[in-house]
């Protein structure tokens, strides 16, 4: 058992968190969530070739620095602790990840276009009905000669006004909630007959409904594994989201203590007050549990699809309550302050609370701990 | 002991619903609901339909306008509005000052300013907090000097509600720097166009524009809009607080909040099922029923406690501690619900876009409310300033 | 609406707790079910003579005081100032209950008696496997010419050591687990065929399991209304046990604040310490609403089965909850103290505990209430 | 960074399992599931198979007896043995006062004590809780004035367990009672057969006699025996609670203990159904599990950090608080599983009782093991002193 991090690794947290720490102060941020884009492309170009550590997760041969999901885990941390609004997990860790998985020409071509900063992916997997099964989609993909055709509604998906791809979730057979028939595509963001609906969301990002209308697509778009595939790639971005609570939960709770040291009310600082004291001090325990447990959950990746999802649904399920907890105490602690947007505080706060569901629920993932791992009552 | 309606009352009752049916302006229905965020307008919509019904101010006496009505008529009362998704009006001319000034006030004040708050002609707000004292309110600074028959009053207040439609508002100000804390303290009445104020937004987390802060640059006041004597502010203060916390459980309107979620879990799907058959989501509604039901008793005692003479007293805390907690497991159930289309940000329609807001209905606005109603464990004396109060004058530690 | 109680409750409450204050202080409480017996018999008998109070529920003709639900509530709480261990719940709540509620010869035979104090009823109702849904047993009343033979294994029949008559509930016809064919009878605890396996229960009571073999019953014994009649008279002792958790908890938050202004541990009474303040200001939060609750049930014990049902199960769920938090939290209040046998504090927690459970848990009741008002979606 | 077992790790756990398996007495097997009250012999009984092996002290440094195992291997150690439920040997003298004793102990110290703690000679207890000083432990009162080659001890020290069975307690004391409280303290051995010292036994809530006043009166300990400097004795107590509490987070056991839940659980039956498909309870199950693998992951990486060099820091006490915290839940569980047969009082069989006990076997002991499991908030440093350390030593506040 091993818990450090190699000098790579540390060397990719330092170089990244010296860039952010230049380039993303929250007042930089606020001016880029507002601006149209929603975003400074600078940032994004200054990531790929600048530092050039959008290469981190990906092995050798395809470019990358030979890193895997520990390396998802650095950078989220530490963008989550400016809570940048880069779409690294949706390009990276989503679509960088599911080519890494099927491998062959598609991966060849695109993954190098990733590292570049070339290529930004959108998840489109949700839908205004499914909630959190994969498996329940409406989105259909038919047969056509050698290509598909595409018609659905997918919801919320993040990154998809900047995405030159999107990565699609789609049923090419089976019936609805069938696992059997649910498979997976690399588009071309910009075919014929997709349109979108973009809109800002609460936590700062930009995000789409997207629409399939007919939207014809080459066979080689299909990147094979079906529905284990799907649910690999999303267990190892929900793995990744909680390496962003890691940073997002951390800042809340510096935040709180230093604002608490600061903020005098009776004559004394309000960190003197002794419930105040032990709230902050079970923050700090949450914000390790949350590091923990995403380490725990990082190291299991690898592990057969059953056990790797039971362990990650009870990371999640941890991190979802913990990171509430968290930011609901900080925003209590700094008071009114806490809800402005004035602060940065009430930023982490709404971040923190948009990890709580995103991927699953902790109830949603205790259910499926449960059916992975307390069903069994012959 | 008994919890039935009396005959009279339950006429009473039937009195209220039909009146609500046939009077609540048909613009504003759904908007407390969706959690809209309100106009002026919309406010004095519905105040002046109560208004010209007399029915405005229930708990006022008589003689100034009140409805004369027994407690258990004021909790129907409480309870068919909430029933009926009426918005709630602001509290800080019908619930605050009013009561201030006709408890504390002169004549000629009673004379001035009661009748024009019960017909809504003046908007008030509320100057309390600043920047510097939130909990510790009685370390404010804003200081007010005499000067021959006015006041100048300098400092700052903040989280100021609804100050931007304001044509008055009550503040505490500090005219004996000397004098212990609590005792310097006066409630001045201030017109709100007097030169000197001047009002700055503050947006909160779900972008709306609800607090400002409030700059007092050599504002001058007159003598005559004191309530109460100089130095004695606090009195008022203190009376206001009680006030405050005995409305503050919103038993009423959660119990709406609760049939709300209870409506969108029967359509919302959770996979394959209503997201009401998931037991987990279930068993979260029924301890919210749970809990806004010890709620709902806990105050009926207090309230019948308040009918035998006993007073609001420190027990009260209770009621704004439980009633904030409720408030927030609502919004958080809410938002739950919305799944994905929680995310959305969206300000509603611009004119002409006659577009589908994105998701369902009720999931627009699901994430700003939550954060929004964050603020009720914090203002009206935070939640652990309510819990210092049981515990010193209640458990007396 | 009303809350208040009528001068005759005032009266009972003061009566009660002068007699209770001058014969049940911890020390005295402490020999009673320290001795063989497990009780001083002298106390019952002087509740039913002397006070003669055991007649507060009953109505005039059956030679009652004319009370009902509230006298009850009004007696287990202040039973539950003292933590007594008479069999109030059993013998009045109970039994008497039932009776009442049949009424007839049977009612005008033995409530003279139960007022008088000469028949102690046993509640057995529980099984082995059945755990809280009361028509889950396996004890037969098979007929037999007139009467009954009752065969079965009765569990944790509080008070049966001391029980003139046990009220057994059984199955007469119908299938394991259907409601209909359970019935209820009062039989006399000596008829031959009983056997009883005798126990002090944690809580201080005396408990058995009890046995029946071929036990010939007479006819009479069965008190018509089945299963229907079954649950409204363990809803009635489920709401009278809730007013055992108003004197229960406190008597626990009482004692907490009275050792916390006491207690000095770095130079000043540990009352001081914010934590503990609001601690104890949630405890306070917690009996107020158990008492609050609890005079909910109180009042709607007379509304139709299905509601009467669903707002007992409410304040069940609530009381348990507040029961456990307020005595964990007197006890980690107390520090080690709390847990010996020395202070009264750890009997209080003992007993808060067991009821958290008696007539079913928190959860269980939730269930039942969602069974009943939250499960019609369609 | 992984969490694999290397080869000769996967050897080294073989072997502990199959020692285990060989060597556990069989009269304990089931004892420790149970919460069966364990007697010295019982305790005795696996510690002399352990010292035999020289497995006894795993964590002291080899030259005094210890294993020189890694910290993966004392991990291995103490997950394999809670999984074969072994019996967890008293810590007086294994890992508090050996521990003190090698760190701060004279030559003759080390040679007298160190290999009597190993061959379980002695039985060690614990003088440090005062019933005026428990939490603020430094507040002790308990005294030792130096008469010539002796000190000469008053007071009285509490919640001394297992001290009706031991031969040597280590004792702090106040050996100045002008300097500041914890300047005045001194670590004394004391010989528990020296005259003037009585053992009085509290009974604790569940009946059981674990715990003692130790009275004192004019006890003449010899100077020699005590450890470190005189008036130094809070060194030694503070090595030894940050020492006390690294172990225990207890997660190994509380897995156990979790198992063992499940197993109740899968046969236990809740009406129609066993327990454990009861979503509400196998939700608790799964919770649980969900925090002990956030302890156990949060334990290794602090002992990561001691393979480092990082001592165990104030950090422990999260360890502290959140293995507390679990352990109290599991005995919650299995009182709730039990039912109805959580009432039944049953202390063990007397002579010659072959009747069933009441109930299924694991209920017995449930509620009194429930009470009992309260103490692990208080002792060892209350949860609240710990969220004060965090508080002031990791926070700064």
Redesign the interface.
């Known amino acids: 058992m091993d818990f450090n991090y190699t000098d790579t690794q540390d060397m990719l947290r330092d170089t990244l968190a010296r860039f952010l720490a230049d380039t993303y102060d929250f007042e930089s941020r606020k001016k880029m969530i507002a601006s149209d884009a929603g975003r400074d492309p600078g940032i994004w170009r200054a990531l790929a070739t600048e530092l050039g550590i959008l290469s981190a997760p990906f092995s050798e041969e395809q470019g990358g620095l030979g890193g895997g999901a520990i390396e998802n885990l650095i950078m989220m941390e530490e963008l989550g602790k400016v809570i940048a609004v880069e779409p690294y997990l949706q390009t990276v860790v989503i679509g960088g990840g599911a080519l890494k998985a099927v491998g062959g020409a598609l991966a060849d071509a695109v993954i190098p276009e990733i590292i570049g900063g070339n290529v930004i992916i959108g998840f489109a997997y949700a839908e205004p009905k499914g909630r959190y099964n994969l498996a329940n989609i409406s989105t259909t993909a038919k047969k056509d000669g050698a290509g598909y055709i595409l018609n659905g509604h997918k919801a919320v998906v993040y990154a998809a006004p900047w995405a030159t791809h999107l990565l699609v979730t789609a049923r090419t057979g089976g019936s609805q909630r069938e696992r059997a028939g649910v498979d997976l595509f690399l588009i071309d963001a910009k075919s014929a007959g997709i349109t979108r609906r973009d809109y800002p969301t609460v936590d700062g990002f930009r995000a789409s409904e997207v629409y399939f209308e007919n939207v014809a697509i080459p066979g080689d778009a299909l990147l094979s594994g079906g529905i284990d595939l799907i649910e690999q790639i999303v267990d190892e971005a929900t793995v990744a989201v909680c390496g962003e609570a890691c940073g997002v939960t951390r800042k809340l709770h510096e935040g709180t203590l230093d604002y608490s040291k600061q903020r005098q009310q009776f004559g004394q600082p309000i960190g003197r007050f002794q419930v105040l004291q032990h709230r902050m001090a079970d923050m700090f325990l949450e914000v390790e549990q949350i590091m923990s447990m995403t380490l725990m959950a990082t190291l299991k990746l690898d592990l057969p699809a059953a056990e790797r999802k039971a362990m990650v649904s009870l990371a999640k399920a941890k991190v979802s309550r913990s990171a509430k907890f968290v930011g609901q105490n900080a925003v209590q602690t700094h008071g009114g302050i806490g809800i402005t947007q004035e602060l940065a505080i009430g930023h982490y706060f709404k971040r923190a609370t948009m990890i709580e569901g995103q991927f699953g629920s902790a109830d949603w993932h205790l259910d499926r701990y449960e059916q992975l791992t307390l069903s069994d009552v012959a | 002991?008994?919890?039935?309606?009396s005959p009279e009352e339950i006429t009473f009752r039937d009195e209220v619903r039909t009146f609500i049916a046939e009077n609540y302006p048909v613009e504003l229905r759904g908007k407390q609901d969706e959690g809209d965020e309100l106009s002026k307008e919309d406010f004095l919509s519905w105040h002046k339909v109560l208004a010209k019904k007399g029915w405005v101010a229930p708990a006022w006496p008589v003689e100034y306008g009140g409805t004369g009505w027994t407690p258990?008529q004021r909790?129907i009362w409480s309870e068919e509005t909430a029933r009926a998704d009426c918005i709630r009006l602001m509290p800080f001319g019908l619930t605050m000052v009013g009561p201030v000034i006709y408890t504390f006030g002169t004549p000629e004040q009673k004379a001035k300013f009661l009748p024009r708050i019960l017909s809504g002609e003046d908007w008030w707000c509320q100057g309390y907090?600043e920047p510097?004292?939130?909990?510790?309110l009685a370390?404010l600074r804003t200081k007010a000097v005499q000067d021959g028959d006015h006041y100048v009053v300098n400092g700052q207040k903040?989280?100021t509600t609804m100050a931007q439609h304001a044509d008055w508002g009550f503040f505490l100000v500090r005219t004996n720097a000397d004098a212990k804390q609590q005792e310097g303290i006066s409630f001045l009445l201030v017109d709100m166009k007097t030169p000197g104020i001047e009002v700055r937004p503050?947006?909160?987390?779900?972008?709306e524009h609800e607090?400002n802060e409030v700059w007092l640059e050599d504002v001058r006041v007159p003598v005559e809009n004191r309530v109460y004597e100089e130095n004695k502010g606090w009195t008022c203060a203190k009376f206001l607080l009680a006030h405050e916390r005995s409305g503050i459980a919103g038993v009423a309107a959660s119990k709406r909040g609760v049939e709300r979620i209870?409506e969108i879990?029967?359509t919302e799907?959770?996979?394959?099922r209503?997201l009401?058959?998931?037991?987990?989501?279930?068993?979260k509604?029924?301890?919210l029923?749970?809990?806004l039901?010890?709620?709902?008793?806990?105050e009926?005692?207090t309230l019948?406690g308040e009918a035998?003479g006993k007073g609001p007293g420190p027990?009260s805390s209770?009621l704004k501690?439980?009633g904030s907690e409720i408030q927030q497991r609502i919004t958080e159930l809410t938002?739950?619900a919305a799944?994905?289309?929680?995310?959305?940000?969206?300000r509603g329609f611009g004119e002409g876009d006659n577009?589908h807001p994105?998701?369902p209905e009720y999931a627009n606005r699901s994430?700003?409310v939550?954060?929004?109603v964050?603020?009720t464990?914090?203002?009206g004396g935070?939640?652990?300033i309510q819990?210092?109060i049981?515990?010193k004058m209640?458990?007396?530690?």
Chains 1, 3 share one sequence.
């Open positions: 002991m008994n919890l039935e309606f258990t909790y907090s510097g004292s939130g909990s510790d370390s903040t989280w503050i947006i909160t987390l779900g972008g607090v209870k879990a029967k799907m959770d996979d394959d209503p009401l058959t998931n037991p987990f989501f279930r068993r509604v029924a301890e029923e749970m809990d039901t010890a709620l709902e008793y806990t009926l005692r019948a035998q027990e209770l501690i439980k938002l739950e799944g994905h289309y929680g995310a959305p940000y969206f577009e994105i998701g994430a700003p939550y954060f929004n964050r603020k464990t914090i203002y935070s939640n652990e819990r210092n049981i515990a209640v458990l007396g530690l």
